[in-house]
């Protein structure tokens, strides 16, 4: 793949992480708590969160393992010809689910040598920071690879791991297997919709596409389906409100919402990715509202990163990051692997059963 391919996966993975961290020590804070605790400006560098400086949370940990779950099924489909990515992929959320010291029916008969593969091997992912009870319980009660969650949920927890699948598939395929992957933990349609939007939203910005280009593409292949009402309104009210003279404070981002449920965190990342001068000024509007601020900014980061490439990503918020050599090392693998032949797809890091 070309270089500007790999560049803007790895400002998509590093920029959703980037954000993840800047909105970590926020999360679940009002306005008015942030701006007591950083200033009247509220947050605008790293602070210490779980511990450290440049922690990212169940976000990137799980955008992370969605990543690796698409590797897997390529290197699958290379080795065997025949492949269901969407379950491949819920097999390595059930991995991350092990590393927050949990089990699921799926996976407790597989014996001693499950988990596998390399990321499973990283201790630093074996770390609980605040997932999201939905994800828990729906990947704990699941009866198999590929089973769809049994709940009615519509929070942002499918949406915020999702960006992985527009950047390694490509055409129709993209809209289907992240509404489908998104089912996984999450059953609520908006929950889906939003996913779907998202993921059409990323694969047109890494083929090239300006963010206002990239967006109409998306709604309008979005629109051509069974879409949620409520998604295409919180969508072409972000539009409405970027495209006004209203101020980019987060006051005005929290009348979209504030980013606990689907729409409302694709909503605010959009407006804040159009707002956007720079990398710095559109994650930074994304994680003061008082909410859920570090899935706000992960999905901002994400659409700016692809967007801008990795270039665009403040050196001194990249060394402070947390899991950076995994971050760069899955973007970098998930560029390659769209070439690799049926013998790369032995390759140990990456089984594909």
Known sequence: MSPNDLDRSRGCLLGGAVGDALGAP????SIAEIRIAFG???????APAYG????????TQMT?????????AIA??????????????HHALLRWLHTQGERSPATRDLGEKWPDGWLIGRNELFARRAPGMTC??????????GSEADNDSKGCGALMRIAPIGLAVVGERVYAMACESARSTHGHWDSTCSSGFFALLISQLKLGASLVVAMADAKQEFEAGNVSEPVLRAIEAAESLASSDAP???????????????????AISLFCALRASTFEYGVRLAVNHGGDSDSTGSLTGQILGTLRGAASIPERWLKALELRDIIEQLAQDLVDSAGWSSEDAGDSRYPGW
């Open 26 to 29: 926020v999360e679940f804070m």
């Open 40 to 46: 009247p400006t509220g947050i605008q560098e790293f």
């Open 52 to 59: 450290r400086i440049g922690a990212v949370t169940d976000d």
């Open 64 to 72: 992370l393992f969605t990543a690796e779950g698409l590797i897997r």
């Open 76 to 89: 699958r489909y290379n080795g065997r010809g025949i492949c269901h990515p969407p379950g491949v992929i």
């Open 136 to 145: 828990l319980e729906a990947l704990q009660a699941s009866p198999r690879f």
């Open 248 to 266: 980019s404070t987060p006051e005005v981002v929290e009348r979209l919402g504030a980013g606990w449920v689907a729409e409302e965190a694709l």
